[in-house]
C-alpha cells in the first residue's frame, strides 16, 4: 500500500479585468478497487461557491459562477490517495477469447467506448499507421494490446509542446512525435478499429526512474481497454508499460474532450494567459493533511487568498442568488 499527496495550482491571468466566470475542473480522484480518496479540498479565488457533481462515468465534477470583476482566477485542489498493489496481468490470453470478447461486447453497453470520437476519429493516415504497425486480429487480445502499446511507444518520439490539447492525431502522426495525450489517442483509435472497447484516463503520474518520458507537470494521460476475464487494462504507450500504483487516475471518457481539469468560459474583452503547477509526493504512511506545501514562486499570496473565508454577500446579491437558486429548482 502506498499513500499520494497531490496539489494541483492553475492559474488564469487576463489582460484586462472580466465581469464573470463560469469553470468546471476535473481534479478529483476517483476511487475504485485499486485507489481511494481519502481527502479532496478544492480553493478557488476570487472566493465563490463551489457545487459539485458526477458525471454518467462516475467523475467527480466541480463547477462554479465568479459574477464579479477580477483579472486573475486561481484554482487549487488539494487530494490524499491511498493506492494498494496491483496484480500483474498475464503475459496473454487464449486466441479463442476474441470470440468471448465479441459476445461479451455484444451484450454489454459498451457503445461509448467503441465509436469514434472527436480525437479519436479514423482517417487515411490512422488507418496507413494500422497498417504499418500490423494492428489486425491476430494471436489473443492482450498479446495484441501489449504489441500496439510497444509498437507506438517506438513510433513516436516523446516531444513536449510539439503538439497542443486541440490537436488531432493526424498532427502527432505526421510528424511522428508528441506528448502522452497523442499516444494516448492514437491506440484508442487504432484499438476500437479492432472492436476492443478502449476509453480515454487523465491524472497523475508519480515519476520513478523506470518511467522513460516524465508528463510535464506530473500530469498523465494512458488508455484503459475491455478484455475478456481481466475487465479493464491500462496501458502506458508513452512510458511502454502496463499501468501500476504510480498512475493515479482521476477521470475517464471517450477522449480529452471529455475530462479536460478545467473547461470555462468568461465575459469580457481580455486575452487569457495559463499556468498550472502540480506537485506528487509518494508516501510510506498517510501524510498529515495539513502538510507544509512546497509553492512555486508568487504563489502564496494567491493560496492565501483562496482559503480566507466567504466575504458577506450584499443583500443585492443575496437577493440574485436566490433569485437564480429558484430559477434553477
Known sequence: ??????RHLTRFHYSNPICETLMETRMHPRTDPNQRC???????SPRCQVFAYRDHLGNSVHHFDIPVDHKTLVIIADSL???????PAPDRLDPADWQLLDEM???GDYWEMLLPS????????LRALAHQLEVVRRDDPLSLLR???SRLHDFFSYAPESTRVDSLIDE???????VCQDYAHTMIALVRGLGIPCRYVSGYQHHRREVEHQEPLASHAWVEA??????WVSFDPTNNLLVHESHIRTAIGRDYADVPPTRGIYRGNSAEELHVAVQVHEHETAPSIDQNWQLPEDWSIHIERAQEPLPQASPLQQMQQLEQQQQQQ
Open 226 to 231: 475491455f478484455l475478456p476475464h481481466l475487465g
Open 105 to 107: 461486447v455484444s451484450h
Open 38 to 44: 481519502l481527502h479532496f479540498a478544492l480553493s478557488v
Open 172 to 178: 502527432a502522426i505526421e510528424q511522428r512525435k508528441g
Open 147 to 149: 504489441d500496439i502499446n
Open 118 to 125: 472527436h480525437f479519436t476519429r479514423p482517417t487515411p493516415r
Open 1 to 6: 500500500m502506498r499513500f499520494y499527496s497531490i
Open 81 to 87: 490517495i491511498e493506492m494498494q498493489t496491483i496484480a
